[in-house]
Protein backbone atom coordinates (compact mmCIF):
# COMPACT_ATOMS: atom_id res chain seq x y z
CA UNK A 1 0.00 0.00 0.00
CA UNK A 2 2.82 2.18 0.43
CA UNK A 3 5.42 0.91 -1.74
CA UNK A 4 5.72 1.90 -5.55
CA UNK A 5 3.02 3.69 -7.82
CA UNK A 6 1.08 4.52 -4.07
CA UNK A 7 3.83 6.72 -3.09
CA UNK A 8 2.69 9.14 -5.62
CA UNK A 9 -0.95 8.56 -4.67
CA UNK A 10 -0.26 9.15 -1.46
CA UNK A 11 1.72 12.48 -1.68
CA UNK A 12 -0.29 13.75 -4.58
CA UNK A 13 -3.69 13.12 -2.69
CA UNK A 14 -2.51 14.34 0.70
CA UNK A 15 -2.01 18.05 -1.10
CA UNK A 16 -4.86 17.81 -2.77
CA UNK A 17 -6.48 17.29 0.54
CA UNK A 18 -4.43 20.15 2.06
CA UNK A 19 -5.67 22.66 -0.70
CA UNK A 20 -9.57 21.35 -0.66
CA UNK A 21 -9.84 21.81 2.68
CA UNK A 22 -8.35 25.45 2.60
CA UNK A 23 -10.01 26.79 0.02
CA UNK A 24 -13.08 24.55 0.26
CA UNK A 25 -13.57 26.62 3.66
CA UNK A 26 -13.81 29.51 1.95
CA UNK A 27 -15.65 28.46 -0.80
CA UNK A 28 -18.52 27.18 2.15
CA UNK A 29 -17.82 30.66 3.69
CA UNK A 30 -18.82 32.76 0.85
CA UNK A 31 -21.65 30.57 -0.16
CA UNK A 32 -19.67 30.01 -3.89
CA UNK A 33 -20.66 26.50 -3.44
CA UNK A 34 -22.09 26.96 -7.35
CA UNK A 35 -18.87 28.13 -8.65
CA UNK A 36 -17.03 25.40 -7.46
CA UNK A 37 -19.37 23.03 -9.16
CA UNK A 38 -19.15 25.32 -11.87
CA UNK A 39 -15.69 26.35 -12.51
CA UNK A 40 -14.39 22.26 -12.73
CA UNK A 41 -17.06 20.92 -14.75
CA UNK A 42 -16.93 23.87 -17.11
CA UNK A 43 -13.29 23.62 -17.48
CA UNK A 44 -13.18 20.42 -18.83
CA UNK A 45 -14.25 21.45 -21.71
CA UNK A 46 -10.94 23.07 -22.47
CA UNK A 47 -9.12 19.76 -21.71
CA UNK A 48 -11.14 18.50 -24.25
CA UNK A 49 -10.25 20.65 -27.11
CA UNK A 50 -6.79 21.21 -26.30
CA UNK A 51 -6.74 17.21 -26.74
CA UNK A 52 -8.68 18.16 -30.26
CA UNK A 53 -5.37 20.44 -31.58
CA UNK A 54 -3.25 17.63 -30.16
CA UNK A 55 -2.49 20.17 -26.90
CA UNK A 56 -1.87 19.20 -23.78
CA UNK A 57 -5.09 18.68 -21.88
CA UNK A 58 -3.88 20.21 -18.55
CA UNK A 59 -3.10 23.28 -20.61
CA UNK A 60 -6.78 23.45 -22.06
CA UNK A 61 -8.25 23.08 -18.52
CA UNK A 62 -5.65 25.90 -16.89
CA UNK A 63 -7.01 28.22 -19.44
CA UNK A 64 -10.26 27.51 -19.41
CA UNK A 65 -10.43 27.38 -15.59
CA UNK A 66 -8.89 30.27 -15.16
CA UNK A 67 -11.26 32.47 -18.38
CA UNK A 68 -14.33 30.50 -16.24
CA UNK A 69 -13.16 32.29 -13.04
CA UNK A 70 -12.41 35.87 -14.81
CA UNK A 71 -15.62 35.67 -16.70
CA UNK A 72 -17.81 34.66 -13.77
CA UNK A 73 -16.64 37.41 -11.52
CA UNK A 74 -16.86 40.27 -13.87
CA UNK A 75 -20.12 39.62 -15.15
CA UNK A 76 -21.40 39.03 -11.55
CA UNK A 77 -20.98 42.43 -10.89
CA UNK A 78 -24.08 43.50 -13.02
CA UNK A 79 -26.32 40.49 -12.65
CA UNK A 80 -26.82 37.68 -10.25
CA UNK A 81 -24.28 35.39 -9.47
CA UNK A 82 -26.43 32.14 -9.84
CA UNK A 83 -27.58 32.79 -13.28
CA UNK A 84 -24.32 33.83 -14.43
CA UNK A 85 -22.86 31.25 -13.05
CA UNK A 86 -25.27 28.61 -14.96
CA UNK A 87 -24.74 30.51 -18.32
CA UNK A 88 -21.14 30.30 -17.92
CA UNK A 89 -21.25 26.29 -17.44
CA UNK A 90 -23.81 25.28 -19.94
CA UNK A 91 -21.47 27.15 -22.43
CA UNK A 92 -17.92 25.57 -21.56
CA UNK A 93 -20.52 22.21 -21.46
CA UNK A 94 -21.30 22.49 -24.79
CA UNK A 95 -17.94 23.78 -26.26
CA UNK A 96 -16.82 20.58 -24.66
CA UNK A 97 -19.40 17.73 -26.16
CA UNK A 98 -18.79 19.92 -29.70
CA UNK A 99 -15.11 19.24 -28.87
CA UNK A 100 -15.07 15.27 -28.75
CA UNK A 101 -17.76 15.14 -30.92
CA UNK A 102 -15.22 15.93 -33.39
CA UNK A 103 -12.91 13.78 -31.99
CA UNK A 104 -11.91 10.49 -33.50
CA UNK A 105 -11.42 8.66 -30.22
CA UNK A 106 -12.24 9.21 -26.77
CA UNK A 107 -8.92 9.52 -25.02
CA UNK A 108 -9.12 7.82 -21.48
CA UNK A 109 -7.00 10.63 -20.46
CA UNK A 110 -10.01 13.01 -20.78
CA UNK A 111 -12.44 10.31 -18.75
CA UNK A 112 -9.86 10.31 -16.08
CA UNK A 113 -10.45 14.54 -15.96
CA UNK A 114 -14.00 13.50 -15.18
CA UNK A 115 -13.61 11.11 -12.61
CA UNK A 116 -10.05 11.28 -11.57
CA UNK A 117 -6.57 8.39 -12.10
CA UNK A 118 -5.49 9.10 -8.61
CA UNK A 119 -3.79 5.88 -8.73
CA UNK A 120 -2.37 6.30 -12.15
CA UNK A 121 -0.41 9.24 -11.04
CA UNK A 122 3.11 9.50 -12.36
CA UNK A 123 6.41 11.47 -11.05
CA UNK A 124 6.19 13.78 -13.42
CA UNK A 125 2.90 15.17 -12.16
CA UNK A 126 4.13 15.48 -8.73
CA UNK A 127 5.88 18.96 -9.25
CA UNK A 128 3.38 20.49 -10.52
CA UNK A 129 1.04 19.47 -7.84
CA UNK A 130 3.14 20.58 -5.37
CA UNK A 131 3.76 24.17 -6.78
CA UNK A 132 0.12 24.80 -7.47
CA UNK A 133 -0.85 23.48 -4.42
CA UNK A 134 1.58 26.05 -2.18
CA UNK A 135 0.60 29.37 -4.60
CA UNK A 136 -3.06 28.31 -4.02
CA UNK A 137 -2.39 28.16 -0.27
CA UNK A 138 -0.17 30.97 0.01
CA UNK A 139 -2.27 32.92 -1.67
CA UNK A 140 -5.46 32.16 0.80
CA UNK A 141 -3.42 32.99 3.52
CA UNK A 142 -2.19 36.47 1.71
CA UNK A 143 -6.25 37.19 1.31
CA UNK A 144 -7.06 35.29 4.49
CA UNK A 145 -8.05 38.99 6.26
CA UNK A 146 -9.87 39.94 3.36
CA UNK A 147 -11.70 36.66 2.62
CA UNK A 148 -12.78 36.31 6.26
CA UNK A 149 -14.36 39.96 6.59
CA UNK A 150 -15.93 39.80 3.05
CA UNK A 151 -17.85 36.56 3.83
CA UNK A 152 -18.78 37.65 7.43
CA UNK A 153 -19.44 41.46 7.07
CA UNK A 154 -19.18 42.58 3.34
CA UNK A 155 -20.66 46.14 4.84
CA UNK A 156 -17.91 46.85 7.49
CA UNK A 157 -15.56 45.15 4.67
CA UNK A 158 -16.39 47.86 2.64
CA UNK A 159 -16.43 50.99 5.81
CA UNK A 160 -12.67 49.95 5.89
CA UNK A 161 -11.43 50.06 2.38
CA UNK A 162 -11.85 46.23 1.29
CA UNK A 163 -12.91 46.19 -2.45
CA UNK A 164 -15.44 42.76 -2.25
CA UNK A 165 -15.69 42.94 -5.70
CA UNK A 166 -11.94 42.23 -6.00
CA UNK A 167 -12.02 40.34 -2.98
CA UNK A 168 -14.33 37.80 -5.15
CA UNK A 169 -12.39 37.75 -8.38
CA UNK A 170 -9.07 37.14 -6.44
CA UNK A 171 -10.59 33.84 -4.39
CA UNK A 172 -11.98 33.23 -8.18
CA UNK A 173 -8.77 32.43 -9.70
CA UNK A 174 -7.36 31.02 -6.79
CA UNK A 175 -10.33 28.15 -7.12
CA UNK A 176 -9.50 28.30 -10.41
CA UNK A 177 -5.89 27.12 -9.89
CA UNK A 178 -6.86 25.11 -7.22
CA UNK A 179 -9.47 23.18 -10.05
CA UNK A 180 -6.55 23.01 -12.43
CA UNK A 181 -3.89 21.15 -9.60
CA UNK A 182 -6.47 18.55 -8.35
CA UNK A 183 -9.40 17.73 -11.32
CA UNK A 184 -6.22 15.40 -12.63
CA UNK A 185 -6.01 13.78 -9.72
CA UNK A 186 -9.78 13.09 -8.31
CA UNK A 187 -11.61 14.57 -11.58
CA UNK A 188 -14.17 17.09 -11.98
CA UNK A 189 -16.98 15.23 -10.56
CA UNK A 190 -15.20 14.70 -7.51
CA UNK A 191 -13.33 17.83 -6.55
CA UNK A 192 -16.78 19.23 -5.41
CA UNK A 193 -17.11 16.97 -3.18
CA UNK A 194 -13.90 16.90 -1.16
CA UNK A 195 -14.19 20.99 -1.18
CA UNK A 196 -17.71 20.98 0.40
CA UNK A 197 -18.75 18.14 2.56
CA UNK A 198 -15.20 18.48 4.98
CA UNK A 199 -15.80 22.22 5.05
CA UNK A 200 -19.06 22.14 5.76
CA UNK A 201 -18.78 19.41 8.17
CA UNK A 202 -15.98 21.88 10.09
CA UNK A 203 -18.64 24.90 10.43
CA UNK A 204 -20.65 22.45 12.32
CA UNK A 205 -17.87 21.56 14.90
CA UNK A 206 -16.73 25.13 15.58
CA UNK A 207 -17.63 28.45 15.07
CA UNK A 208 -14.26 29.89 15.39
CA UNK A 209 -12.87 30.36 12.11
CA UNK A 210 -9.51 29.57 12.69
CA UNK A 211 -10.35 26.02 14.37
CA UNK A 212 -13.08 25.52 11.56
CA UNK A 213 -10.60 25.51 8.83
CA UNK A 214 -8.17 23.41 10.28
CA UNK A 215 -11.00 21.33 11.35
CA UNK A 216 -11.29 21.44 7.42
CA UNK A 217 -8.14 20.62 6.57
CA UNK A 218 -7.51 17.35 8.63
CA UNK A 219 -11.35 16.32 7.76
CA UNK A 220 -10.25 16.38 4.38
CA UNK A 221 -6.88 14.61 4.88
CA UNK A 222 -8.95 11.51 7.08
CA UNK A 223 -11.39 11.44 3.57
CA UNK A 224 -8.33 11.31 1.32
CA UNK A 225 -6.32 8.65 3.07
CA UNK A 226 -9.81 6.55 3.96
CA UNK A 227 -10.23 6.81 0.54
CA UNK A 228 -7.47 5.45 -0.69
CA UNK A 229 -6.95 2.74 1.54
CA UNK A 230 -10.64 1.11 0.92
CA UNK A 231 -9.76 1.84 -2.49
CA UNK A 232 -6.42 -0.19 -2.36
CA UNK A 233 -8.24 -3.30 -0.19
CA UNK A 234 -11.61 -3.05 -2.43
CA UNK A 235 -10.53 -2.13 -5.85
CA UNK A 236 -13.67 0.36 -5.98
CA UNK A 237 -12.75 3.69 -7.35
CA UNK A 238 -11.79 6.46 -5.01
CA UNK A 239 -13.90 8.55 -6.06
CA UNK A 240 -16.45 6.82 -4.43
CA UNK A 241 -14.85 6.65 -1.09
CA UNK A 242 -14.35 10.47 -1.81
CA UNK A 243 -18.16 11.16 -2.22
CA UNK A 244 -19.60 8.91 0.81
CA UNK A 245 -17.08 10.14 3.48
CA UNK A 246 -17.59 13.27 2.46
CA UNK A 247 -21.57 13.29 2.67
CA UNK A 248 -21.00 10.99 6.39
CA UNK A 249 -18.82 14.13 7.79
CA UNK A 250 -21.21 16.35 7.14
CA UNK A 251 -24.18 14.04 8.39
CA UNK A 252 -21.78 13.32 11.73
CA UNK A 253 -21.41 17.53 11.88
CA UNK A 254 -24.98 18.35 11.16
CA UNK A 255 -26.04 15.71 13.93
CA UNK A 256 -23.46 17.15 16.49
CA UNK A 257 -24.73 20.67 15.92
CA UNK A 258 -28.48 19.68 16.87
CA UNK A 259 -27.12 17.99 19.47
CA UNK A 260 -25.32 20.77 20.78
CA UNK A 261 -28.13 22.80 20.29
CA UNK A 262 -30.44 20.73 21.81
CA UNK A 263 -27.97 20.41 24.85
CA UNK A 264 -27.97 24.62 25.00
CA UNK A 265 -31.97 24.34 25.47
CA UNK A 266 -32.08 22.29 28.28
Excluded: K
Amino acid sequence: MFTGFMVNAWLVATIVALVAGVVGFFVVLRGSAFQAHAIPNGAFAGAAGANLIGVNPLIGLGVFSLAAALGIGRLSRRGRSDVVTALALMMMLALGAAFISQSTQYEPEIFSLLFGEILGVSSSQVLPVVVLGAVCVLAVAFLYRRLLMTSIAPEIAAARGFRPERVEMAFLVVLACSTTMTVPVVGAMLIFSLMIGPPAAARCFSNRPEIALLVSVVIALVTVWASLACSYTTNWPVGFYVGVFSAAWFGLGRTYGYLRRVRRVN
